[in-house]
């Protein structure tokens, strides 16, 4: 178990912390030419082996690392903490828009259908979906576990769905002809740089021992950068080895059991670079080793030499004064960058899940300068943090719960007779509705606009009645002073806000977007304003939920672990425009249309195993 960490924060005083970690200079590996194509839909409706055996016992990334059986998860991305208070005792007290000036329009975006069944049937039923979305040239790209699409403005689907495994050139996930596996994609996001008018998506890939199920130990992280402006052509794929065990040019971080895993990757950017930063765990072990940054040569990304410069500062080294967990670089918006010292890049975090309390009044400015250099003189760049003073946040300490209604699965499992016979499994009966997990207080979308940082994280909230939920901490940092121009708490008294994440306009005017969800309420897509004058603004729902969530994860029998959501969602801006990417549940089903053949299906709107949505919403500012 990690020890509690202490941080002497000199009264909250902002204050630059030259960093003792030395940064050292790798090269990216350049791969295949992709270009993505629609993979065709189908395949059988449910199979006997629907998750990767890889990781039947969990896949934990927070809580306290054990699922409903008692099993340690085979990927265990957890930070031990001690015992939990009981969160804040702070009260929602936004109120819900009767209208919907911001909107502008909206679709529904990529779901579990589409994820399940892509490329033939030959994928694992996987949640939650973890939203990419950019946008930029009159094209959107929506990306999640583990298929990608792409729209045009008015959301018409012009690519689409395609299997990431067939995207990024390999096998299929799970050839149900042959049984043979293809790596594992996971955790994807994307970004339009105005600047260079090009795309860049981004997943985390885990090897296998062959075709078998079992891991190799191996892992990178796989960069697709477009050709064109157009992402419908032609892709150059890199690849970033990250398992940093000293092989394939990787420094040795020293991970339990050889292998360290590049987990949660999120990308950003300034004028010289392009930004990858990671959570390193063990991956066959349990330990946390601290978040990674990789610093790469947008020039040559876009140029498509064969082995661009990477600068990787371990952000978990000893010599670093603070603790460093989900550093999330920032995204510039419009081609608006930092050109102090020869460029710079700033990044934020939180630490309150280092704590036995669970809660914090600390933010972390980081910022990697001299980004100019990458292509000259790699090792000149810089790596600073400071800690910046803010209200009190907390990780959310409750499940959210749901508004009942129809949820087949669920239904099925407490029927006697369906489960064992359309489903495979025994019966198991669970209370109405279940309730899925929000996120914890970890940093969530970072932008560089008007001149400000720009950042959310879930935080605990008290609501009616007593009971905690979550809610949405935002904040507005100077970076140049660390001062603070907004700094507040987005919550509504009767329902929970999740996954909340950001984006913002050259101009300083932004949007929040989250999923809601509460006694009252189906998980549906919500936004408020965002400014550095008055903060959050008033609740709106882009898209009302239809149902309750009705997934497999947190079911003993299906992997158990929590019930998950998000793991997050994602928000760009383009002129004037917010688009914004939140998980929703679009449609309803009964237990007698959900065995309606073809089964489980429900018109295309979800698979045997889970019924999550995505829904993109675009603003006009």
């Known amino acids: 178990m990690k020890t509690r960490l202490l941080i002497a924060l000199a009264a909250m005083a902002f204050a630059t912390c030259a960093m003792g970690a030395t940064p050292v200079t790798l090269k990216l590996q350049k791969g295949t030419t992709t270009v993505p194509h629609t993979t065709p839909v189908g395949g059988a409706p449910l199979t006997s082996l ?43 007290n936004a109120t819900r828009a009767k209208s919907h000036p911001q909107l502008a329009g909206g679709f529904e975006g990529l779901n579990f259908h589409d994820q399940r069944y892509a490329n033939n049937g030959n994928q694992f039923s996987v949640e939650p979906p973890d939203q990419g979305l950019c946008a930029g040239n009159g094209f959107v790209v929506e990306s999640v576990n583990d298929v990608l699409s792409i729209y045009d403005r008015a959301g018409n689907e012009l690519v689409g769905p395609v299997d990431l495994n067939t995207f990024y050139g390999y096998p299929a996930a799970i050839n149900r002809t042959t049984g ?61 080895p990250v398992q940093n065990n000293g092989t394939d040019g990787t420094p040795d971080h020293g991970c339990t059991d050889g292998f360290c895993l590049g987990d949660y990757p999120h990308i950003g950017a300034d004028a010289n670079a392009i930004f990858l930063t990671t959570n390193e765990f063990s991956l066959f072990g349990p330990g946390f080793y601290g978040a990674q940054i990789y610093a790469i040569s947008k020039r040559a990304l876009v140029a498509g030499d064969p082995s661009p410069n990477v600068v990787l500062f371990n952000a978990g ?21 930092a050109g102090a010292h020869g460029g710079t890049e700033y990044l934020l975090s939180s630490d309150a899940v ?3 309390e669970g809660t914090s009044n600390t933010i972390w400015l980081w910022s990697v300068s001299h980004t100019g250099a990458i ?28 508004k009942p209604g129809d949820a087949p699965l669920r239904d099925c499992f407490a ?36 001149g400000k940082l720009w950042g959310t994280l879930d935080t605990d909230v008290l609501l009616e009645g007593g009971n905690h939920g979550s809610g949405v901490a935002y904040f507005v940092i100077d970076p140049k002073s660390g001062g603070v121009f907004a700094n507040g708490t987005l919550a509504l008294p009767d329902a929970n806000l999740t996954y909340g994440t950001s984006a913002v306009t050259q101009s300083g005017r932004g949007v929040i977007a989250f999923t809601v969800v509460g006694p009252n309420d189906w998980p549906s897509a919500g936004y408020a304003s965002f400014d550095a004058k008055l903060g959050a603004g008033d609740v709106h729902i882009a898209a009302a939920g239809a149902a309750p969530w009705d997934g497999f994860t947190g079911i003993p029998y299906l992997g158990g672990g929590r019930p998950r959501w998000g793991d997050y969602g994602a928000a760009a801006a383009e002129g004037n425009t917010i688009w914004t990417a939140s998980e929703y549940i679009a449609h309803s089903c009964t237990l007698a249309q959900y065995l309606t053949p073809p089964l489980f299906q429900c018109g295309g709107t979800r698979g045997a195993l889970g019924n999550w949505s995505t829904r993109i919403s675009r603003l006009q500012l």
């Open 317 to 337: 080294d000893p010599s670093v004064p603070a603790p460093a967990f989900t550093v999330w670089p920032a995204i510039s918006t419009g081609g608006q960058y």
């Open 354 to 356: 280092f704590y036995d």
């Open 375 to 402: 292509d000259s003189a790699p090792m000149s760049l810089t790596l600073d943090v400071s800690a910046v003073g803010v209200q009190t946040y907390a990780v959310p300490t409750s499940l959210a719960q749901q």
């Open 50 to 92: 629907e998750q990767d055996p890889a990781m039947t016992a969990g896949d934990a990334d927070s809580g306290d690392g054990e699922d409903d059986l008692g099993q340690e998860p085979v990927v265990n991305r957890t930070i031990s903490h001690g015992h939990r208070n009981n969160g804040l005792n702070v009260m929602g």
């Open 180 to 240: 043979a596996y293809g790596p594992d994609i996971t955790d994807p996001s994307c970004y339009y740089d105005a600047d260079t008018r090009r795309w860049f998506h981004v997943v985390l890939t885990l090897d296998r021992v062959g075709t078998t199920s079992a891991l190799s130990g191996t892992n990178h992280l796989d960069i697709a950068v477009s050709q064109t402006a157009d992402p419908t052509g032609a892709w150059t794929v890199y690849q970033l």
């Open 415 to 450: 029927l006697t007779g369906c489960a064992p016979t359309y489903l495979g499994y025994p019966n198991i009966v669970y209370s109405t509705p279940r309730a899925l997990a929000v996120n914890d207080s970890r940093m969530q979308q970072v932008s560089f606009a008007n």
